[in-house]
């Protein structure tokens, strides 16, 4: 499998972006796939999270309410649509895929397997 992000920006504080992660390769419905986050000088940050089925979902506590992921197996496609952006928001965001799930929490950075290159996000005014 690889990924490919799009969708990211430049976009006003309070504005909305919807990011896309498309998946090559028959098995995507196979993986977890996530969301993490990346500004230079920091580590990346888990965004958030949905099952294979897209039954399940986890969401970083500083951005629930915010965004919401979802998931197109038939599209290949992970979606993150991303509400009332702010400043602190603009970051490089990365898609990813896992084999593994945890029952009460995100499966952590290390454990995602593929990795897409990328998309920017810059929110400003």
């Known amino acids: 499998v690889q990924l490919v992000e799009s969708g990211g920006g430049l976009v006003q504080p309070g504005g909305s972006l919807r990011l896309s992660c498309e998946a090559s390769?028959?098995?995507?419905?196979?993986?977890?796939m996530g969301w993490f986050r990346q500004t230079p000088g920091k580590e990346r940050e888990f965004v958030a999270q949905?099952?294979?089925?897209?039954?399940?979902?986890y969401y970083a506590d500083s951005l629930k309410g915010r965004v919401t992921i979802s998931r197109d197996n038939t599209e290949n496609t992970v979606y993150l649509q991303m509400n009332s952006l702010q400043f602190e928001d603009t970051a490089v965001y990365y898609c990813?895929?896992?084999?593994?799930?945890?029952?009460?929490?995100?499966?952590?950075?290390?454990?995602?397997?593929?990795w897409g290159q990328g998309t920017q996000v810059t929110v400003s005014s």
């Open positions: 990813g895929a896992s084999r593994k799930w945890r029952m009460s929490t995100y499966t952590p950075l290390d454990e995602y397997e593929i």
């Open positions: 949905i099952s294979w089925s897209g039954d399940y979902t």
């Open positions: 390769g028959r098995s995507f419905s196979g993986y977890v």
